[in-house]
């Protein structure tokens, strides 16, 4: 099937929200989607704020996702936080290896595989898993070869349950907060050989059952509709477009058809 999943567009608030701003923000998207029914919307604040978003966001059809996860289940592991911790608090999603973290905090393959098994096997989050290349191996032609590494990474061995799903967010690191998001066959193409290695790994019927594949990477209200129609797309991680509830609404709105 060409474009048949549902969209899922998810807002990345990253740390650029104080609490305040945070929940505001929040008010304004319950409002702002009240009646949008284009398909699953999903908010990832900062961890501190989440209890008060999810109380925010309660009767509202929007979803609430986390921006990391420790890969331990319980114990002494100071400042970080548990999958069960997240889903006790009410979070339906959450990002597992976001560049800035593996570019920052030194975050690797191995410890993304460790966070998705653990987020699988203790949760019922849907995991998000952030792959992309950087633009030295995008200018060296190295992107399939990434990807493909980070994919066997990330995922070899997961044990995947039937009504288990697992997002791929394809996030060129060089088109995250550039302003300029990578042209729409390029995606595409990308999303092509994600879909491709997750196919070699656990067979087309489970890619089309339990996994999406979104793009992430400066996607605003102008550019949102180059992404419209894309084979293998089933969404947007959205950072800065996010940040305002009619932009949002507008990237939303376009790229589901709503
Ligand atoms: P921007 O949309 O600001 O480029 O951020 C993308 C991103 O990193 C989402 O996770």
Redesign the pocket.
């Known amino acids: 099937m060409k474009n048949g999943k549902e969209k899922v567009i998810l807002a990345?608030w990253?740390m650029r929200l104080n609490l305040k701003e945070t929940q505001e923000l929040a008010q304004e998207m319950v409002k702002k989607f009240k009646d949008f029914n284009g398909g699953t919307v999903g908010l990832c604040p900062n961890f501190i704020s989440l209890p008060s978003v999810k109380k925010i966001l309660d009767g509202s059809q929007i979803k609430l996702g986390a921006q990391d996860v420790f890969w331990e289940e319980v114990g002494a592991y100071t400042g970080e936080i548990s999958a069960k911790i997240l889903s006790e608090v009410g979070c339906d999603y959450v990002?597992i290896g976001?560049?800035?973290r593996r570019e920052l905090l030194m975050e690797n393959y191995e410890m993304i595989h460790k966070k998705l098994k653990v987020v699988l096997s203790s949760t019922k989050l849907t995991p998000v898993v952030?792959i992309g290349e950087n633009w030295d191996e995008r200018k060296t032609d190295r992107r399939n070869f990434v990807l493909y590494e980070q994919m066997h990474q990330a995922l070899s061995g997961i044990d995947l349950k039937e009504s288990r799903d697992i997002i791929i967010?394809y996030?060129p690191i060089w088109?995250?907060?550039?302003g300029t998001a990578i042209e729409p066959e390029e995606a595409q193409y990308a999303h092509k050989i994600i879909k491709m290695t997750l196919s070699d790994m656990f067979g087309e019927k489970t890619v089309e059952r339990n996994f999406k594949i979104i793009y992430?990477?400066?996607?605003?209200k102008d550019n949102a509709k180059d992404f419209v129609g894309l084979e293998n797309l089933d969404g947007l991680?959205?950072?800065?477009?996010?940040l305002k509830a009619d932009e949002f609404y507008a990237v939303a709105k376009t790229i589901t058809n709503f």
């Open positions: 990345n990253k990002l976001h560049s800035e952030c967010a996030e088109a995250i907060g550039s992430g990477g400066s996607v605003n991680l959205v950072g800065g477009a996010s």
